[in-house]
Structure formats: structure tokens, C-alpha cells
């Protein structure tokens, strides 16, 4: 009796030994890595840029969220794989941390199908799906635990913030009744900018990560007279130093914006 | 008669031995070893979760039982956590004082003063960037172990408080029945700072503060409140925005972060008189950063700022109205207002509006 129970457990261990494995699509993981320059210098906090117009502008924050943001299939149909359904990405460090701004924020995705792609989707700013939620919502490490503005009923999809030479005196003053600080923060609905960058991407078994480089000299840009008081294509930030009423100056919020996908270089 | 002698002999041993023994726990400080026995099994602590205050994380080697809730308010406000018995947490974390005490810089034992001024603990148990002005430690657990052995707060030594509490039969009682301990060598200083961690989170603000029931569509401001409530937030384009919601978010009202909000002039990074979070990153770029504190019951949690520098909310407005004082890494929403003398009485109202009622 015992041998008969053995001879049926190795039967049984045999027969499932012979049956077919279910095809595995391989598979490979990615990397993507954010940075951030000043016309093509590595960004840094606290650190004396020239802006548009000659004038010496300094930041101490810079971060967004970003949405959805997914490979297009090479092939007719253009299928979308997501890749990640929304991240933050605080690229603020200052000299102390300059080879953290030079290595960047990487995220790695997993298990992603091999193939060609002809390009990456990505959405700046939290969709619209999310973007009812509130940071009470999630847990301890979520990207949206975070920069929600209640007034907007909406997070603030990007932040920059710093100061500059508002009065050309070769000085900047932060803090007090002549400081020439700026902020500009764009959030709700209306803002949310989805881009879509051609780039052939071959997935094969090993991948180098794909660079993801924001200039941010080229979030200013602004062709809208009524911001662009110099007429130099760049907003005038003496004048209009913040973003931060929801309605007053959504224009400029809008822009910055739609000027993340023109900052956006892949390599 | 040999044998007679072996047990004389050994007799004698076990008696020196024993002596040794004796003469060793009494020169170690340590209590004799006594059996406890639990009581009753510790009942899972229901946390009041007021409307969009989200879920407090409670970490997994501490969960929230009455027994140890009940057993941490104890302790809060025993003496006994102090080096000459005069004072405890709750001596300078007054309940009907928004949990501060209402002093610029807080005094330890013999009147001896603090560097900064008692933070709120309401709602504590949501602070998850780091505890203290600077954020120094992350947990209330560790947070709890720091103040008993400040020379300059309850300048007690720990060894001497574990002592004192193995010796009291009550406490002995409610920490095995809280924590399940059987014998008065594992009633620890670990387990003192997680009972006292389990008391500071049950301080969950009642959610019957006039925003709150504004907030749940049970009661409307007044047209001050409303327009103060518009400022803070930049509600409406009709109304200035006073930036204030940026770092004082809904609605624990603190986005829990670290800043510069210009209370400290300062040249260059090293010129801060208070270094705050900086001492704790060693970055010279968080130089003069302190935690945004809540503003909920901020009425009654005066005076203000790390340093108690501002005595009345008052003089808080005006400091933010003019834009701060100049320092190179201030936060950049802290800049001139042009708030006029009746929109920072609406605003003021609206702080009020933050009272818990009960």
C-alpha cells in the first residue's frame, strides 16, 4: 500500500512536470531619469542664473508631478504600455547635493514587454482621475501625500520658486519689503498638459536609462504680450512675480505648463 | 566526618555566593525580580478620525490599546518622569493651552530655561517628516525618551525612572496590563515612551471647531470669517491672497515641512541665531528652517514661533504682512501682502474659527 502511494505521487509529480508552461512574454525593465538644466547647465538651488533678459535670477524649489506616462508601440496600432500612472519629481538640490542634481531622480519600471516603440507619452501635472483625490487619501511615501492646494480643490502641478533681479541693480534681495522674490504655481484641471515625444525606443534585454533633461530656462518662455512686456519671447517676471491666485493669472500657469514639454529634451 | 566537612564547606559557599548576589542587585539599582501577572487583556483603542484628516499611521510594535492609552495619559502628567519629582510632560504641555504653555521658551526643572518654545501636541500623531521645531527625531516613541533625560527639561536619568515605576505597585499593575509583561524587569523605558506615544496620538483635535462644522456644511461664518477663510486660501479672485494656506494646509493646517519664514534677519547662511533644521542635516541651506506648525487652536497656543518672539497673532499677521526679515534661503511666498488693517482682522477671525469647542 505504501509503495502504491508513492508510485501514484510520482506519477502525478511527473505528468505536471510534463505539462506546457504558458508562453512568457520576455520581458525587460527601464529606467527613467529626470534632471534638470539651465540652458543646458546642471541646476542648482541658490545658484545665480541670467535670465531671458540679462538680469541675475536664483531658485530654491522646482518640482511637478507627472501622469500616465507610457511607450507607443512602434507598430500600426500605436498601443500605449503605462510605464507609471503619476510620480512627483522634486529636482531642488542645492551645491551641497550637486551630484544628486547631476544623477537626478530615477524611477525603474519592471517588467516591460521587449519591442520597438516609437515614442513616450507623459502627462505634466496630476489627470484629471486623480486629481480629485486628496493627499488624506494615501499613505506614508505616495506621490500625492503632497503640495495640494485647497483653494483650487486641485494640487499644485508644478512649483518653481526663487528670485531675481527684479531692480537691475545687480543685487537680490529675498525677504523683507523689497524682496524680489517670484512664485509660480500652476495646478487644476484646466493646466494639465499631456505631451507626446516621438523618439524610437528599442526595448531589448538590457536598456540604458532614458534621460528625461528639463531646461529650465525654457519654462518661461512666454509669447503672450501681455506677459511679455520686454517682447524678448520670455515672461516678464518683474511684473508679474506669481502665479499663485487661481483665476488672475491662469494664463501664466497655463504656459508654464505647456512649456514643460518644450523644456523637455529625451535622450 | 570528611563528608561533615564537604557540607559545612559548600554550605558556606552557597552563603557567600548568595551574600555576593545580594550585595551585587542592591549596588546595580536593579529591582528584585517580581512575577506580574495581566489582569485583563489590553482592549484595541478606537482612534476618532475627524472629517479629511486621513488615517494616522500607527506603528505595527505599538498598536493603540485603552489600557495603554489610559496608562500614557498617566504618566503624562506624573512627576515622576522628572529628577526632583516636580514636573512632568504636562508641565509644559497644558491641555487647555492647546497642549503648549504659553511661555516664549519653555523652563525645565529649577526653573531652568529651554532654547525653544513647547510645540502644540494636538493632532501629533499625523507629524510624519520629524518631531521638535528642527524634526530631530521621526517617531513619538523616540521623540518621548529625549525630554526625561534634558538636563535643561525633566533632567531625569532613565535607568533611575524605570527604577522608581518597577517599584510602584500601581504602575507595575498597569503595565502588565497594558503590555502583557509578567515580571518587573521588562517593564522598561521602551515600554514608558510607547504608552506615552500611544497617549499623544489619541490627541485628535474633536472636529467641532467652527471650520470644521463650516467645513461639514453644518454652520456658516460670518461675512469676516468667510473672507477670512478666502484670504488664508485664495478662494476667491475677489480677495487678496495672504498665502497662508501654502504651509498651513487643510486640514491638519501644516503641510508638516521645513522652512525659513523670515522670523530670523540673517546675511548669509551662517548668520542665523537659531540654526533650527540645519543642526539637524548639517545642510547650511536649511539654516533658520523650523516645522510648520498646525494652526489648528492656535488661539489659545501664544506666543508664537520657535523662539515665542510674537505674543499675539496680531503681531504674527504683521510679521507676514511686511514680508519677513531678509535671509538668503526664505521661503518665497513670505513677501509683502498689502493686507489692509480690515482684511487682517477678517483673517484673524478665521484663525479663531480653529478652536476645537470641545
Known amino acids: 500500500m505504501k509503495y502504491l502511494t508513492l508510485l501514484l505521487l510520482a506519477s502525478v509529480l511527473f505528468i505536471m512536470g510534463c505539462e506546457d508552461k504558458p508562453d512568457e512574454q520576455p520581458v525587460t525593465s527601464l529606467d527613467l531619469t529626470w534632471t534638470a538644466n539651465y540652458d543646458g547647465e546642471t541646476f542648482l538651488t541658490f545658484k545665480d542664473y541670467t535670465y531671458a533678459d540679462g538680469r541675475k535670477i536664483q531658485f530654491n524649489n522646482l518640482n511637478f508631478f507627472v501622469s500616465d506616462i507610457a511607450l507607443i508601440s512602434a507598430d500600426a496600432n500605436n498601443a500605449q504600455t503605462e510605464l507609471v500612472e503619476i510620480d512627483y519629481v522634486d529636482l531642488s538640490f542645492d551645491e551641497t547635493r550637486t551630484s544628486e542634481a547631476e544623477q537626478g531622480k530615477t524611477v525603474s519600471i519592471q517588467d516591460l514587454p521587449l519591442g520597438e516603440y516609437s515614442g513616450i507619452k507623459i502627462g505634466f501635472g496630476v489627470q484629471a482621475d486623480l486629481n480629485r483625490s486628496k493627499p488624506t487619501d494615501y499613505g506614508n511615501g505616495h506621490p500625492l501625500t503632497r503640495n495640494f492646494w485647497d483653494g483650487w480643490s486641485s494640487y499644485i502641478f508644478s512649483m518653481i520658486e526663487g528670485a531675481a533681479d527684479m531692480d537691475n541693480d545687480g543685487n537680490i534681495v529675498t525677504g523683507g519689503a523689497d524682496t524680489e522674490s517670484f512664485t509660480y504655481h500652476s495646478g487644476t484641471d484646466e493646466v494639465y498638459n499631456e505631451v507626446t515625444v516621438s523618439k524610437a525606443i528599442n526595448l531589448v534585454d538590457t536598456n540604458a536609462p532614458l534621460q528625461l533633461k528639463i531646461n529650465v530656462a525654457e519654462l518661461f518662455r512666454n509669447s503672450n504680450i501681455e506677459f511679455d512686456t520686454n517682447g524678448d519671447g520670455y515672461l516678464d517676471i518683474e511684473n508679474f512675480p506669481g502665479t499663485h491666485s487661481a483665476s488672475g493669472e491662469m494664463t501664466i500657469a497655463k504656459t508654464i505648463m505647456e512649456n514643460f514639454g518644450r523644456a523637455l529634451t529625451i535622450e | ?236 479672485p475677489e480677495v487678496k491672497d495672504a498665502e497662508c494656506g501654502n504651509c498651513h494646509n487643510a486640514h491638519l493646517f501644516t503641510t508638516n515641512e521645513f522652512v525659513n519664514n523670515g522670523v530670523q534677519a540673517a546675511k548669509t547662511l551662517a548668520d542665523f541665531k537659531d540654526t533650527g533644521r540645519g543642526a539637524i542635516t548639517g545642510n547650511r541651506y536649511d539654516n533658520g528652517k523650523f516645522r510648520i506648525p498646525t494652526l489648528r487652536n492656535i488661539t489659545l497656543t501664544a506666543p508664537y514661533m520657535h523662539d515665542g518672539r510674537f505674543a499675539t497673532l496680531e503681531e504674527v499677521i504683521d510679521h507676514y504682512n511686511e514680508g519677513g526679515q531678509i535671509s538668503p534661503n526664505i521661503h518665497s511666498l513670505v513677501r509683502p501682502l498689502g493686507l489692509t488693517e480690515k482684511e487682517k482682522g477678517q483673517l484673524l477671525a478665521f484663525l479663531h474659527t480653529l478652536t476645537d469647542e470641545e
Open chain 2, 1 to 236: 566526618m570528611k563528608i561533615f566537612s564537604r557540607i559545612n564547606a559548600l554550605f558556606i559557599g552557597f552563603l557567600i555566593l548568595g551574600t555576593g548576589w545580594i550585595w551585587c542587585i542592591s549596588c546595580s539599582g536593579d529591582t528584585p525580580y517580581l512575577v506580574l501577572s495581566p489582569s485583563l487583556s489590553p482592549t484595541p483603542y478606537t482612534l476618532p478620525q475627524p472629517w479629511g484628516f486621513g488615517t494616522m499611521e500607527i506603528p505595527s510594535d505599538n498598536p493603540m490599546t485603552v489600557q495603554g492609552v489610559e496608562l500614557g495619559q498617566q504618566l503624562f502628567f506624573d512627576p515622576i518622569l522628572s529628577a526632583d519629582s516636580t514636573m512632568s510632560c504636562g508641565s509644559c504641555h497644558f491641555p487647555k493651552r492647546g497642549f503648549t504653555d504659553n511661555l516664549p521658551v519653555s523652563r525645565g526643572i529649577h526653573g531652568k530655561p529651554g532654547v525653544r518654545s513647547s510645540m502644540s501636541l494636538m493632532n501629533v500623531g499625523y507629524m510624519n517628516t520629524g518631531l521638535f521645531w528642527d524634526g530631530r527625531v521621526m517617531g513619538l516613541e523616540d521623540q518621548a525618551l529625549l525630554p526625561v533625560a534634558d538636563s535643561s527639561e525633566l533632567a531625569h536619568q532613565w535607568s533611575h525612572v524605570e527604577w522608581n515605576l518597577r517599584k510602584h505597585p500601581e504602575y507595575r499593575q498597569a503595565f502588565s496590563d497594558a503590555f502583557g509583561i509578567r515580571d518587573t524587569l521588562s517593564l522598561t523605558r521602551d515600554l514608558v515612551v510607547k504608552a506615552l506615544a500611544q497617549y499623544e496620538r489619541s490627541l485628535v483635535s474633536s472636529g467641532t471647531s467652527r471650520y470644521d462644522r463650516f467645513r461639514a456644511g453644518t454652520l456658516e461664518l460670518t461675512p469676516d470669517e468667510q473672507i477670512g477663510y478666502d484670504l488664508f486660501f485664495d478662494i476667491s
